[in-house]
């Protein structure tokens, strides 16, 4: 927690009112954004470093670089968001938690939240800024706006420096051209954590399910206005409606979980991939789709992939796994060939794997995983040479699928695998286009539930990883984040 | 022989019709745009491509402990947290509304870690409870296992 002496927080200066709305004459059509810094003199804010410009970051020195990454991510905002009632942020560089292998790289949350108000749901949570935007008037004031900040927003001022993650330190750029060997992109952390303090995320504890304010103020337990577009596909329930251990058990059910609301549903398809890759398996008592995670190299399983094979595993180790890590004897090459290889996960990488099933006369490739968590992950690697597509299936799910190869009678016919990419469904939403959330099992301990799930393809700003991919963009046809915080009660100004 | 030959291609078939049919139930065409094959999280140090984490590279609330150890580590966080780090009340909210101060629980924190082979991921938690899960778990070292 950052604490900070009195006398500095006299010294609080206003980076700026940001946004555009005093140019355009019409304060309705958008929000001004101000930022209010007690960086001390010399640090932070007012560091006087000497830098070159980067990325179109015209600053000359450590202090107007950062200036300007706020002052972009913020006009970005304002610009998106309408408000009549500024939203302020107090924003500071500090030294965080930080070794020299890991560190805090920034925080941010809404600051104050806000129940009960003119034009709001009743008996509901709203951040600050939005509980203002909606009752159309700042609905604290205090004249230390360390108190009446709606969103506050902290950034580790140490990083790069001897003993804090030496050799990593934040992109200043403004073009999204971090190296992400050596680079933290500052403006894309800024806008991530900007997204939760307007909004994007629940006050509601996702590992015990109780409201907020939680167990000090039972009597004022409410849900927050997230809670309302929370909808569990297995328990037809939105959070607001649920137990608290219903919620426990929902935060923790992947790929289940999505956003209800009207603005990122009819929204999704203009900006995630059209088609999923699907892998369904049939006979032997199965008759079901499986959550997968593709592999990253490999061809991709497209809209031109459709392969309906029978599964065979391969058996390489006395326990009975099927490791691949080197040429598969005559046996297992008997085994595989023509057919969709089912292979253990262990011992040596992915592309390996892969490649000795497809010398042995795979078709593809099906990784069953040696790690109970759920969903189960992309496979990662490179190897151009490899020709066949594959992917990975939960521990779980690839004891199954083996149990009904085991089961086969020799000389029948075993279980038929298909791979192929259900084009009906958006890539990181449901069959309904409603877009998942992240749940993984386990659950990923303030990760989870505030944030788009890490299946959404392209990869979108609000989900719990930093990717080089994500946009410097918070609305279609780059990102839906903007979707989401219309649906909670902003309006919105689309320049 | 024959007859099993024959018994093994009706149950082929069978099998197959029915992956068809479930195929036609899904597999209507509308416009599709190409696929990325985006890369999360982390960068590998054996490529030097950027990928997601393994979940075994990852902390987790449950990892070593369990559901109602998690459970107890937000509400002892709680508990245990200083006057001016707990959610309070705000007084003087305007039309007689509600106000809270968000506690640092649902703050949330931008975590990056590089482990001794050179992984790096950047995670968001919430939470200064959940920033000390992430910063103290345990990254596999060395080769990946895979």
């Given at each position: 927690m950052?604490?900070?002496?009195?006398?500095?927080?006299?010294?609080?200066?206003?980076?700026?009112?940001l946004?555009a709305?005093?140019?355009?004459?019409a304060?309705a059509?958008?929000?001004t954004?101000?930022?209010?810094?007690?960086d001390?003199?010399?640090?932070?804010?007012?560091?006087?470093?000497?830098?070159?410009?980067?990325?179109?970051?015209?600053?000359?020195?450590?202090?107007?670089?950062?200036?300007?990454?706020?002052?972009?991510?913020?006009n970005?905002?304002?610009?998106?968001?309408?408000?009549?009632?500024?939203i302020?942020?107090?924003?500071?560089?500090?030294?965080?938690?930080?070794?020299?292998?890991q560190?805090?790289l920034?925080?941010?949350?809404?600051w104050?939240?806000?129940?009960d108000?003119p034009?709001?749901?009743?008996?509901?949570?709203?951040?600050a800024?939005?509980?203002n935007?909606?009752?159309?008037?700042?609905?604290?004031?205090?004249?230390?706006?360390?108190?009446?900040?709606?969103?506050r927003?902290?950034?580790n001022?140490?990083?790069?420096?001897?003993?804090?993650?030496?050799?990593?330190?934040?992109y200043?750029?403004?073009?999204?051209?971090?190296?992400?060997?050596?680079?933290?992109?500052?403006l894309i952390?800024v806008?991530?954590e900007?997204?939760?303090?307007?909004?994007?995320?629940?006050?509601?504890?996702?590992?015990?399910?109780?409201?907020?304010p939680?167990?000090?103020?039972?009597?004022?337990?409410?849900?927050?206005?997230?809670?309302?577009f929370l909808?569990?596909?297995?328990q037809?329930?939105?959070?607001a409606?649920?137990?608290p251990?219903?919620?426990?058990?929902?935060a923790?059910t992947?790929?289940?979980?999505?956003?209800?609301?009207?603005q990122?549903?009819?929204?999704?398809?203009?900006v995630l991939?059209?088609?999923t890759?699907?892998?369904?398996?049939?006979?032997?008592g199965?008759?079901k789709f499986?959550a997968?995670?593709?592999?990253e190299?490999?061809?991709?399983?497209?809209?031109?992939?459709l392969?309906?094979?029978e599964?065979a595993?391969?058996?390489?180790?006395?326990?009975?796994?099927?490791?691949?890590?080197?040429?598969?004897?005559?046996?297992?090459?008997?085994?595989?060939?023509?057919?969709?290889a089912?292979?253990?996960?262990?011992?040596?990488?992915y592309?390996?794997?892969?490649?000795?099933?497809?010398?042995?006369g795979a078709?593809?490739v099906?990784?069953?995983?040696?790690?109970?968590?759920?969903?189960?992950?992309?496979l990662?690697?490179?190897?151009?040479?490899?020709?066949?597509?594959?992917?990975?299936?939960?521990?779980?799910?690839g004891?199954e699928?083996?149990?009904?190869?085991?089961?086969?009678?020799?000389?029948r016919?075993?279980?038929?695998?298909?791979?192929?990419?259900n084009?009906?469904k958006?890539?990181?939403?449901?069959?309904?286009q409603?877009?998942?959330m992240?749940?993984?099992?386990?659950?990923?301990?303030?990760?989870?539930?505030?944030?788009?799930?890490?299946?959404?393809?392209?990869?979108?700003?609000m989900?719990?990883?930093?990717?080089?991919?994500?946009?410097?963009?918070?609305?279609?046809?780059?990102?839906?984040?903007l979707?989401?915080?219309?649906?909670?009660?902003?309006?919105?100004?689309e320049? | 022989?024959?007859?099993?030959?024959n018994?093994?291609?009706?149950?082929a078939?069978?099998h197959?019709?029915?992956?068809?049919?479930?195929?036609l139930?899904?597999?209507?065409?509308?416009?599709?745009r190409?696929?990325?094959?985006?890369q999360?999280?982390?960068?590998?140090?054996e490529?030097g491509r950027?990928?997601?984490?393994?979940?075994?590279?990852?902390?987790?609330?449950?990892?070593?402990?369990?559901?109602?150890?998690?459970?107890?580590?937000?509400?002892?966080?709680r508990?245990s947290?200083s006057?001016?780090?707990?959610?309070?009340?705000?007084?003087?909210?305007?039309?007689?509304?509600?106000g809270?101060?968000?506690?640092?629980?649902?703050?949330?924190?931008?975590?990056?870690?590089?482990?001794?082979?050179?992984?790096?991921?950047?995670?968001?938690v919430?939470?200064e409870?959940?920033?000390?899960?992430?910063m103290?778990?345990?990254?596999?070292?060395?080769a990946?296992?895979?």
């Open positions: 950052i604490t900070e002496p009195i006398a500095n927080l006299r010294r609080a200066v206003r980076l700026g009112v946004a709305a005093f140019a355009l004459g304060i059509q958008a929000a954004v101000e930022i209010f810094t007690n001390a003199p010399g640090v932070g804010f007012n560091d006087a470093t000497a830098v070159a410009p980067v990325g179109g970051n015209a600053g000359t020195t450590l202090g107007e670089q950062r200036r300007a990454v706020f002052a972009f991510a913020a970005l905002w304002g610009r998106k968001l309408n408000s009549d009632v500024p302020h942020i107090w924003a500071r560089f500090s030294p965080l938690a930080c070794t020299s292998t560190g805090v920034g925080s941010a949350g809404a104050n939240v806000f129940s108000f034009n709001g749901r009743a008996g509901t949570w709203y951040p800024a939005l509980a935007k909606l009752a159309g008037v700042r609905l604290f004031e205090d004249p230390d706006f360390t108190q009446s900040a709606d969103i927003a902290s950034f001022g140490d990083l790069g420096n001897p003993g804090c993650l030496d050799g990593l330190s934040f200043l750029g403004l073009d999204g051209k971090a190296d992400p060997n050596t680079q933290i992109d500052l952390t806008l991530h900007f997204g939760h303090g307007l909004g994007f995320q629940t006050f509601t504890d996702e590992v015990t399910g109780l409201f907020f939680y167990e000090d103020f039972p009597e004022l337990q409410l849900p927050s206005i997230w809670d309302y909808l569990d596909n297995q037809r329930k939105t959070w409606a649920m137990t251990q219903e919620r426990v058990t929902s923790i992947p790929r289940n979980l999505v956003w209800n609301g009207k990122v549903t009819k929204n999704a398809h203009k991939n059209h088609g890759p699907e892998i369904f398996v049939s006979g032997k199965l008759n499986y997968n995670g593709p592999a190299f490999g061809p991709p399983i497209d809209k031109h992939t392969i309906a094979s599964l595993r391969v058996v390489d180790q006395p326990g009975g796994l099927g490791l691949a890590c080197t040429p598969l004897d005559a046996t297992n090459t008997f085994a595989v060939h023509n057919k969709i089912v292979i253990d996960r262990g011992t040596c990488g592309t390996i794997k892969v490649k000795n099933a497809q010398l042995a078709k593809a099906v990784i069953a995983d040696n790690d109970p968590s759920t969903p189960p992950q992309p990662p690697g490179i190897d151009a040479t490899v020709t066949i597509p594959s992917l990975r299936v939960s521990q779980a799910d004891l699928i083996k149990r009904a190869i085991a089961a086969t009678t020799a000389g016919i075993g279980p038929i695998g298909v791979l192929f990419e084009q009906l958006l890539q990181g939403a449901d069959h309904l409603h877009v998942f992240y749940t993984p099992d386990p659950l990923q301990l303030g990760s989870s539930v505030s944030h788009y799930d890490t299946l959404a393809k392209p990869n979108l700003l989900e719990p990883f930093a990717t080089p991919n994500q946009p410097i963009a918070v609305s279609p046809p780059k990102d839906l984040t979707q989401l915080l219309l649906d909670i009660g902003w309006g919105a100004h320049h | 022989m024959a007859s099993l030959r018994r093994t291609a009706k149950l078939i069978l197959l019709a029915t992956c068809v049919a479930a195929l139930s899904v597999l209507a065409a509308p416009s599709v190409a696929q990325a094959q985006a999360r999280i982390a960068i590998d140090p490529t950027v990928r997601a984490p393994e979940a075994d590279e990852l902390p987790a609330a449950r990892a070593n402990a369990g559901a109602a150890r998690a459970a107890a580590t937000t509400s002892a966080a508990a947290a006057p001016e780090e707990r959610a309070k009340p705000v007084a003087g909210v305007r039309f007689g509304a509600r809270f101060r968000v506690d640092p629980t649902r703050m949330s924190f931008t975590v990056v870690r590089r482990s001794a082979d050179g992984l790096i991921t950047t995670q968001c919430a939470g409870t959940a920033v000390e899960h992430a103290h778990a345990a990254v596999l070292g060395g990946h296992d895979h």
